[in-house]
């Protein structure tokens, strides 16, 4: 057991309360009542089980959080019992998890604490065994494969192509995925006919697999499949359990089973039960200080010198201190005193987010389930058509799966599966029509000349501009500096792949003397501020100064909280500059900025103003630049010629990812989200009364928060009347811009705290806010907003491990016009995790590309498509840079004993994904092109290790498919790019020409040892 619980127990003594069975301690402080609870389930002669009760959810949520930390070296098990709400499948799934735990505790008894918040005992928990379907690894030991489909249909599982969210399943093959709700992870069930060979949890956002599992459970998904009882979570606590009645006078228990002990905690004692002498008292320092008061520098340092004198003091005294950052709050009995971050630290405490595995490097852009019927493409020898959808067609005698393109006139183009690495997506330039190019080439010739001339000149002047900025004597970093390794090692989590490449890609810009300037592109709460801290504190620590510049009053507050908590017990020097302070505060920040003693200032574009002197600014760090006016862009633009530069951004603005993406910019793309993050659920509907009311009901019944967004000061008095009438006891409070700032910041700062259930606002939420119990965002009006603005507000809610909600409002009637639907259509469709940097290129797609670089390149832009146009300007401007161009793999295979089709009748002779291996035409079609635009072994063998993890062992014509896609990288490094095979004769042509490499005579008797002959001769002429 932890030293500190042990410590705890042995000061309270839970064996006495054995003799009696009620007792009340008036007050509990910090994360005292974690440390009660372990105490009370293991710290008795014989393991027990305690319901730790708590007033509401956001309670129940902190606790949970303080036992799990605490139980990271406890043997207890923490289990979760929340309300339920109809069709939240993870609030079921939780309860179901424990209901059928207290049920089976007595035939194993170990620790056990349940957190409840009170609403969830009141309702009744299901009757007889929890339904839930057993999986064991191993022939014979488990449910066959028809048996278990028909089990998750009937436990209410919802049937989808991949699984995404609790309550999810999918079947491809043999291969079974499900996520059983109150589960961290989904599971893969692998069959071999209709044995269970293996188990897997997988991650969600990558589709692959994590590690193995010996057995697992799956739990009903609905209601229905656990129709609910008379009795509550408390008829199910075995004979001497414990009943942690936590602010017991915020509700009514009522009487408790003679069987059960009772603690009450709270002032005044229930009627009849005596008071117990123990105590925890508060620690002295931030606890004493109001929230206005943490922002003053002054106040700050003296409360954290109260603090530490007292630690000093308890440790001379011999008494154990026990730092543990992640608890809510410390607290302190004889013997014991306990601190956490939120005692050194004016901060809210954070939710805990442990880390998930990254998705495949591999995710691409332009996949083809983005691509649909209708849609313009570009053929890299044809030019732009008009995407038709895949068929099949007989091709040389045997059928091929294609891709048909319609081109002028109403000529068809049939692009073979295997060639679909010379298709991209068309995007063009706003208000111009498109042409499609005919099938001569003629036109398409002449177009791509003139942009490959055109994209010539714009490399150059780009590479001239960045030779100018080399030539400017910039500042290099020792990015090993002191202290660095224990500031790294104070980050509470596990970093993501992403994020570490992101940080030593920022440590290599900061060590060289030529300026940063990068774009840090990531998911709300993916990790780019932590970059960004880890940047501000190597600048510091050369003696530089770092602004932090934000696009609202409160994101820089929130920032300022998140600076200051990080930077905890380090000497950098934190300062604000926003409407939320006095002229005198601003004065005074001033003139540490001028003097050097501040070392970090954060603020809005008032930290722009030319009042502000700075000793020695280095690094600038700029969060969603796109909010931000063209006079500070200017400003920005010219401070980028001698400091180092960060941008953070979910969705960058087009020009900032146009330069991103061809290399003019620096780029750090963050795509691995939060372990428990899912993705938010979007919805689009006209506006309603009963919309409203019912998206608010379902909210709060959840014990969350709401954010209700209508972005006109004029009539939002208008809205929150109309509010007070759908519900009459919603506790709402109004904010916006034109606030006087004193009283927008007690206003969101009283909604932070739960005070109110609705803040309903302008857009000055739109960028950065945190409030994680707020889950359910409205949007009225969403159709005259953009689609980067939009995304922005997503991202208010999810951000913590519940479901997130988004509910965009369209007029109640009237007609949407066709940007706006389209707009809205691209949110829906790209609601997943990680979904920034799709919706940044859609956007660019919707705005058109024309404008990005003038008119002198937006005809050459219109011509070519602008993903080509891109591709084009990355190469030139490497060639100009004199790096090593990899070329794309182009290897025409010509071979007649092979069939590319999917349903071949002769699975001997196909090369293909079959319709039964992969189901689904988007996720076929994406793998397909994915091999056709494989470079070399490494891609092939990744892409085949992705089948076989999440479809099964790949059939004889997977295999094949995957054994052409490796002959083709050899044929590229042999320098082949045409083999043609007829009648047994095999003829290598050479790349850049139209010559005969060699001959061969191919004798195989079947398609596996003539792809093998092929493969030999190539070796062979090498």
């Known amino acids: 057991m932890n030293r500190a619980v042990e410590i705890f127990a042995a000061r309270f003594n839970p064996a006495a309360l054995l003799g009696g069975r009620a007792v009340c301690i008036p007050s509990l402080t910090g994360s005292a009542d974690a440390f009660l609870a372990l105490a009370m389930a293991g710290g008795r002669p014989a393991p027990s089980v305690v319901l730790a009760v708590t007033p509401g959810l956001p309670d129940s949520d902190r606790l949970f959080d303080d036992l799990c930390i605490l139980g990271e070296r406890n043997p207890a098990r923490i289990l979760d019992f929340p309300p339920l709400i109809p069709g939240d499948r993870s609030s079921l799934g939780a309860r179901l998890k424990t209901v059928a735990a207290l049920r089976a505790w007595s035939v194993n008894p170990y620790p056990c604490v349940v957190v409840a918040p009170y609403p969830a005992l009141v309702q009744p928990v299901p009757k007889g065994e929890v339904p839930s379907i057993n999986l064991v690894a191993g022939r014979g030991k488990s449910l066959d494969f028809r048996t278990l489909c028909g089990k998750l ?110 603690i009450y905690t709270g002032d005044p004692a229930p009627a009849g039960v005596p008071s117990d002498p123990f105590q925890t008292s508060p620690l002295p320092g931030f606890a004493e200080l109001g929230a206005d008061e943490s922002h003053h520098p002054e106040l700050f340092d003296a409360a954290r010198t109260r603090l530490e004198r007292h630690l000093a003091s308890a440790e001379a005294r011999g008494e154990t201190i026990a730092k543990i950052d992640g608890l809510g709050g410390g607290f302190e009995i004889p013997g014991l005193v306990v601190v956490t971050k939120a005692d050194r630290v004016f901060a809210k405490k954070k939710t805990r987010q442990a880390r998930s595995r990254a998705p495949d490097s591999g995710q691409r852009l332009n996949d083809f389930d983005d691509l649909e019927p209708g849609e313009y493409v570009v053929h890299v020898d044809y030019g732009v058509g008009r995407f038709l959808g895949s068929s099949e067609i007989l091709l040389d005698g045997r059928r091929s799966e294609v891709f048909t393109i319609e081109y002028a006139d109403g000529a068809k183009l049939h692009v073979p599966a295997a060639h679909a690495h010379l298709l991209s997506r068309y995007v063009g330039v706003k208000g111009q029509e498109v042409r499609l190019h005919r099938l001569d080439g003629k036109r398409w010739s002449k177009d791509k000349a003139d942009a490959q001339k055109a994209v010539a000149d714009l490399a150059a002047a780009l590479l001239e501009t960045q030779a100018k900025r080399e030539l400017v004597p910039g500042f290099a970093y020792d990015v090993d500096c002191e202290g660095m390794d224990a500031f790294e090692a104070a980050f509470p989590y ?43 504190y190597i600048a510091a620590l050369n003696g530089k100064q770092t602004a932090v510049l934000a696009p609202t009053t409160v994101l820089a507050e929130q920032h300022f909280e998140t600076f200051t908590s990080r930077f905890d017990g380090t000497p950098v020097r934190i300062e604000s500059v926003s409407r939320f302070q006095s002229s005198g505060t601003h004065s005074g920040t001033f003139k540490r900025l001028a003097s050097g003693a501040c070392d970090i200032v954060i603020g809005t574009h008032a930290i722009l103003s030319p009042k502000i002197a700075f000793r020695d600014l280095g690094l600038i760090i700029i969060d969603e630049e796109q909010r931000f006016g063209v006079k500070h862009k200017e400003w920005l633009k010219r401070l980028r010629a001698t400091a180092d530069v960060l941008t953070l951004s979910a969705t960058p603005i087009p020009r900032t990812l146009y330069l991103s993406m061809t290399g003019a910019r620096d780029l750090s793309l963050l795509r691995t989200p939060p372990r428990e993050r899912v993705a938010v659920e979007t919805t689009v509907t006209r506006d309603s009364d009963m919309t409203v009311r019912a998206a ?90 953009g689609l980067a603005d939009l995304y922005q507000l997503r991202g208010r809610v999810g951000r913590s491990s519940r479901q997130g909600r988004a509910i965009f409002l369209l007029p109640p009637e009237g007609i949407v016009d066709s940007d706006a639907r389209e707009r809205l259509a691209a949110l829906k469709r790209h609601g997943g995790l990680g979904a920034g940097f799709n919706l940044a290129v859609r956007d660019l797609e919707l705005r058109g590309a024309g404008n990005l670089l003038g008119s002198q390149q937006s005809g050459h832009i219109a011509a070519v498509g602008f ?147 092929i493969s030999q001769a190539i070796r062979t002429a090498i």
Request: hydrophobic share 40%; net charge negative.
């Open 153 to 262: 249909a009937e436990y209410g599982y919802r049937r989808v192509p991949s699984v995404e969210q609790e309550g999810d399943w999918s079947v491809r093959g043999g291969i079974i995925d499900a996520w059983s709700p109150g589960e961290e992870f989904p599971v893969r069930a692998e069959f071999f006919g209709d044995d269970l060979e293996s188990l897997r949890i997988f991650d969600a956002s990558s589709q692959r697999s994590i590690s193995r599992l010996d057995s697992a459970d799956l739990v009903a998904a609905d209601e229905g499949g656990a129709s609910a009882g008379e009795g509550g979570a408390i008829d199910l606590l075995p004979p001497g359990s414990t009943v942690l009645a936590l602010e017991h006078n915020a509700y009514s228990l009522g009487k408790i089973g003679d069987s059960l002990v009772c």
């Open 696 to 785: 608010i009901e379902s909210e709060l019944a959840r014990g969350g928060q709401v954010f209700f967004l209508h972005n006109r000061v004029g009539t939002i008095g208008k809205v929150e009347k109309r509010l007070r009438e759908i519900l009459p006891r919603l506790r709402i409070v109004v904010a916006h811009g034109q606030m006087e700032a004193a009283s927008l910041a007690r206003k969101m700062r009283a909604f932070e705290r739960g005070d109110f259930d609705v803040l309903l606002s302008t857009t000055i939420i739109e960028s950065g806010i945190d409030i994680p119990r707020a889950n359910t965002i409205l949007v009225s009006d969403a159709h005259t907003f």
């Open 494 to 536: 596990e970093e993501t792949p992403d994020q570490l490449a992101a940080i030593e890609a920022v440590k290599k810009d900061l060590a060289s003397r030529k300026p940063m300037d990068r774009l840090v592109c990531g998911d709300a709460g993916y990790g780019k501020t932590e970059v960004a801290m880890r940047a501000a």
């Open 867 to 1013: 993903g080509l146009y891109c591709q084009l300007l990355r190469r030139t401007v490497a060639m100009m840079k004199g790096e090593k161009v990899k070329d794309v793999v182009d290897v025409k295979l010509n071979l007649d004993f092979i069939d590319a089709s999917p349903a071949s009748a002769d699975p001997s002779a196909s090369a293909a994904l079959p319709y039964g291996y992969v189901e689904e035409d988007a996720q076929r079609m994406g793998f397909m092109k994915r091999l056709a635009e494989a470079m070399d072994m490494k891609g092939v063998k990744a892409i085949a290790e992705e089948l076989r993890d999440r479809f099964g062992p790949p059939p004889p014509p997977a295999k094949r498919l995957l054994r052409l896609a490796a002959l083709r990288v050899e044929c590229a490094a042999a320098g082949i790019n045409h083999v043609d095979v007829k009648g047994g004769r095999a003829v290598f042509y050479r790349t850049g020409s139209r010559d005969i490499a060699f001959v061969r005579d191919i004798r195989g008797s079947s398609a596996d040892r003539k792809i093998g002959e």
